[in-house]
């Protein structure tokens, strides 16, 4: 049983561009969240995703936004990236309100 | 609000016990967490506790609660080398959970 994978695992993009980041769930998970993990800091919560909406968001600009597929699988787009996006990005899935299982997490460095 | 605290840093001997703390503000918590996280890696749940619970153990894990003082403990029974890590106190209030991090408790066993 395969458990939460993220791609890419690294991303190294400049100020200013945009990227995206994906998540698979967890088999028999319905629900993705994202936090954001700063160097030497816990997570951070950035959103979550249930029946392809956003259910809850965190104190995050709108310059992150997300998107979730019918197969529960999801994805973080960040806009116009800032030094200070550079962090370990975190997916977890879980079901519905359930347990939360934490993917590798996908490492961006914004210079 | 929702707030959680941890010590820093935790040096033990192999063999030894280790105890993380945790305190949180959140008397809503419904649930509270301890995930750990190996270097570049993402988090492992280790255990859960109900925050109608006072205790529970699971091997050489042990949690206690005490819900009046809004303090969190794990107990690390026989604590080996491959415990070195950085451990995180979560907690969870009802509705949607978004998890809150501490800023995790690094441990580091020496043999």
């Known amino acids: 049983d395969a458990g939460v994978t993220q791609s890419p695992t690294h991303l190294i993009k400049t100020r200013g561009q945009q990227v995206t980041l994906r998540c698979s769930p967890k088999?028999?998970?319905?629900?993705v969240s994202w936090y954001q993990q700063a160097l030497g800091q816990g997570p951070q919560f950035i959103f979550q995703y249930y029946e392809e909406e956003e259910r809850q968001r965190g104190n995050f600009p709108d310059r992150f936004s997300g998107h979730q597929f019918p197969n529960y699988s999801s994805e973080l787009n960040v806009n116009a990236l800032l030094l200070g996006d550079s962090a370990l990005y975190l997916c977890a899935s879980s079901s519905n309100t359930d347990t939360q299982y934490f993917g590798p997490g996908t490492r961006l460095t914004v210079l | 609000g929702e707030d959680v605290e941890q010590s820093l840093f935790l040096s033990v001997r192999e063999g030894d016990s280790s105890v993380i703390n945790c305190t949180y503000t959140d008397s809503s918590s419904t649930y509270l967490y301890w995930y750990k996280q190996e270097p570049g890696a993402g988090l492992q749940l280790l255990t859960y506790i109900f925050s109608n619970m006072d205790m529970k153990q699971d091997q050489r894990l042990t949690v206690l609660l005490n819900k009046k003082d809004k303090h969190l403990s794990l107990r690390i029974a026989d604590t080996q080398t491959g415990d070195s890590a950085i451990y995180f106190c979560?907690?969870?209030?009802?509705?949607?959970?978004?998890?809150?991090f501490g800023t995790g408790t690094r441990l580091l066993v020496s043999p």
């Open positions: 088999s028999g998970h319905d629900t």
């Open positions: 979560a907690e969870t209030g009802t509705g949607f959970q978004k998890l809150v």
